[in-house]
């Protein structure tokens, strides 16, 4: 491990390769929960089979004067029943005097489901439950637990996250993963759950979330600057809701913001705009008075899209609540 302290859009940490950042403040530190990528010898594929990962490390960071700290493995595929493969993008959440660690993976048939585990540490290791959480699909679980103690899941997927295979509510195997609805119609969007009080189980209905323009007019699948692809966070701001995530296809991260946790969101813009690589995939938290963008890409791998690495770099908002766009060219 390095020990020397973090630097903003610098990889956090280079003895391994971690992506899809969810970062949290628990007990004064600043805990990253990344995904773990792994080199292999399996194909790449608009599916992303490039994305083999296998178990979740867990990073934290004392200070911003300190170095990341890898807490080793806190939770391994082997040891979750029900996952078959690709452990992909986890979040982590704190209630009930308990850590709990979301993640997706392929279920035995090859479905993404969302898998939960406990803990009373936030580093680990975690003990999974022994199914998937009932219920869930696709990927990138994303948990928000609101002033009023209420938590909420976002999560969703296109392509390779298999959403476009759950349209009707059910898991269709016919259905091509890039269909979708008509470049003229509404995109597909986000899910939103709340969870039991236990965080265990989905408490209500999975909602579908609705992101529209300046004009009320929903945000249509042809759009692809600015629909919903994969990604989903979650934070709070003055007041308002901001759900930020990533357009996939066209590589940005962007967000929309209202003042109910399950939307309609209105979109408001570019956070930051294409890194090096295919994924791109975020987390915003606040860390003392500042507020940081957690983030990945491929430079430490030279631009190996399955090879990431997770960095950080404070963001700024303007009077308006809005964000002020960063240009992932400036950061380097
Ligand atoms: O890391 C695997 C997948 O790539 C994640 O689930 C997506 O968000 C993308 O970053």
């Known amino acids: 491990m390095d020990n020397k302290p973090v630097k903003q859009n610098e990889p956090l940490v280079k003895h391994i390769y971690t992506a899809d950042p969810s970062a949290h403040v628990f007990e004064g530190k600043i805990y990253i929960y990344p995904s773990h990528d792994i080199d292999h010898g399996g194909p790449t594929n608009d599916t992303g089979d490039q994305y083999a990962?296998?178990?979740?490390?867990?990073?934290?960071?004392?200070?911003?004067?300190?170095?990341?700290?890898?807490?080793?493995?806190?939770?391994?595929?082997?040891d979750v029943p029900w996952v078959s493969k690709q452990m992909w993008a986890p979040d982590a959440a704190f209630k009930?005097?308990?850590?709990?660690?979301y993640f997706p993976?392929?279920?035995?048939?090859?479905?993404?489901?969302?898998?939960?585990?406990?803990?009373?540490?936030?580093?680990?290791?975690?003990?999974?439950?022994?199914?998937?959480?009932e219920g869930s699909y696709s990927i990138?679980?994303?948990?928000?637990?609101?002033?009023?103690?209420?938590a909420y899941m976002y999560f969703g997927g296109l392509w390779g996250g298999q959403?476009?295979?759950?349209?009707?509510?059910?898991?269709?195997?016919?259905?091509?993963?890039?269909d979708g609805p008509a470049a003229d119609a509404p995109a597909m969007g986000a899910r939103v759950v709340e969870l039991s009080d236990d965080m265990l189980s989905f408490k209500g209905e999975v909602k579908e979330i609705s992101i529209v323009d300046e004009n009320g007019k929903p945000i249509v699948a042809g759009d692809e600057d600015r629909r919903y692809f994969?990604?989903?966070?979650?934070?709070?701001?003055?007041g308002?809701?901001?759900?930020?995530?990533?357009?996939?296809?066209?590589?940005?991260?962007?967000?929309?913001?209202?003042?109910?946790?399950?939307?309609?969101?209105?979109?408001?813009?570019?956070?930051?705009?294409p890194v090096l690589g295919w994924t791109t995939h975020h987390s915003i938290i606040q860390y003392q008075d500042k507020w940081y963008l957690f983030y990945h890409d491929c430079s430490l791998s030279g631009g190996i899209d399955h090879l990431r690495s997770v960095k950080f770099t404070e963001?700024?908002?303007?009077?308006?609540?809005?964000?002020?766009?960063?240009?992932?060219?400036?950061?380097?």
């Open 230 to 238: 994969e990604g989903p966070w979650m934070h709070k701001y003055n």
């Open 105 to 133: 993976a392929r279920d035995k048939d090859g479905i993404f489901r969302i898998g939960v585990a406990t803990s009373s540490r936030p580093e680990g290791p975690f003990k999974p439950e022994e199914n998937y959480m």
């Open 140 to 150: 990138d679980p994303a948990v928000f637990v609101d002033e009023d103690d209420r």
């Open 315 to 332: 963001i700024q908002y303007n009077e308006d609540g809005t964000i002020q766009m960063l240009d992932y060219d400036n950061l380097k």
């Open 53 to 78: 990962m296998e178990d979740y490390h867990i990073l934290s960071i004392d200070d911003l004067n300190s170095p990341a700290v890898d807490h080793g493995q806190a939770l391994h595929m082997k």
């Open 163 to 178: 959403l476009a295979q759950w349209q009707t509510g059910e898991f269709l195997a016919n259905v091509d993963e890039k």
């Open 240 to 273: 308002y809701y901001y759900l930020s995530y990533s357009t996939g296809s066209t590589h940005k991260l962007v967000y929309a913001m209202s003042k109910n946790p399950e939307g309609p969101f209105e979109y408001k813009g570019t956070i930051l705009t």
């Open 96 to 101: 009930n005097n308990t850590y709990y660690l």
